[in-house]
């Protein structure tokens, strides 16, 4: 697989396009940024354990039934993707209060939600990735109704699978953002799944294992996602 011209460059990863028209690679980069990248940084080693945890968890859902963007790991830092268009809509799931939801409705952190939350927000940096529902997706022609509908279904799907792999290896799913896009007309998950993208908290203790050691400067960020792919792996 030839490595070609880069297509795109985000705050984590970069594309690059291939010899073939619908493959590109996504590589990780170690860089990291909160808060609307005004925070910025780098953990060290970061895009070679986010690419192999990402790896094993699109395996694991493929296994289950969930369509998703990924071919096979290249490299440290590469795997070979199918080349999505992306649906702007970024997806979170959440089962315990953090971050967000905690900030918008007042809800102190780590409470157990009576039922998972669905939300959607606008991929859209300079308007600060706003929230948003089904009547502005509709009425900014982002996606149809039917492609909705298979979003929120995989979506909530892959929440329980994700839930009870990780339980399996002693941590707690707090929350986690999906991005999906079309593929041959069908949507497929996209992105990465990974301590970037997930709040993980250790069962027994609640230690964060995740991006928010990096936004709240905790410490022993490296050795949090080098716990977190020790678990996945195990
Ligand atoms: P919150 O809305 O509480 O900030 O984030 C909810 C969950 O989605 C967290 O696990 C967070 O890491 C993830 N998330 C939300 N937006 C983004 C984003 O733009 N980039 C990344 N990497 N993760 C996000």
């Given at each position: 697989m030839k490595k070609g011209k880069k297509i795109y460059e985000g705050k984590a990863k970069i594309l690059y396009e291939t010899d073939r028209p619908a493959m590109v690679i996504q590589e990780f980069k170690?860089?990291?940024?909160?808060?609307?990248?005004?925070?910025?940084?780098?953990?060290?080693?970061?895009?070679?354990?986010?690419?192999?945890?990402?790896a094993a968890l699109f395996q694991m859902l493929e296994?289950?039934?969930?369509?998703t963007h990924f071919v096979k790991r290249l490299s440290d830092r590469e795997m070979l993707i199918k080349k999505l268009e992306i649906i702007r809509v970024e997806v979170t799931i959440r089962n315990i209060s953090a971050g967000g939801i905690s900030k918008a409705l007042g809800i102190e952190e780590g409470v157990v939600l009576k039922s998972p939350v669905l939300e959607y927000h606008y991929k859209n940096d300079a308007l600060h990735d706003p929230l948003m529902n089904d009547?502005?997706?509709?009425?900014?022609?982002?996606?149809?109704?039917?492609?909705?509908?298979?979003?929120?279904?995989?979506?909530?799907?892959?929440?329980?699978?994700?839930?009870?792999?990780?339980?399996?290896?002693?941590?707690?799913?707090?929350?986690?953002?999906l991005e999906f896009g079309r593929y041959k007309g069908r949507i497929l998950l996209g992105d990465e799944i990974s301590p970037d993208t997930c709040r993980l908290w250790d069962k027994k203790t609640n230690e964060k294992l995740d991006k928010d050691r990096f936004r709240r400067d905790l410490g022993r960020i490296e050795e949090a996602y080098q716990e977190v792919l020790k678990r996945v792996k195990a």
């Open positions: 170690d860089d990291a940024t909160a808060f609307d990248a005004t925070k910025r940084g780098s953990i060290k080693e970061k895009g070679v354990i986010n690419n192999e945890i990402s296994s289950k039934g969930i369509p009547y502005h997706i509709e009425i900014l022609g982002l996606a149809t109704s039917k492609e909705m509908k298979k979003i929120k279904d995989y979506s909530f799907s892959i929440n329980e699978i994700l839930k009870d792999f990780f339980d399996k290896v002693g941590l707690k799913l707090v929350d986690f953002k």
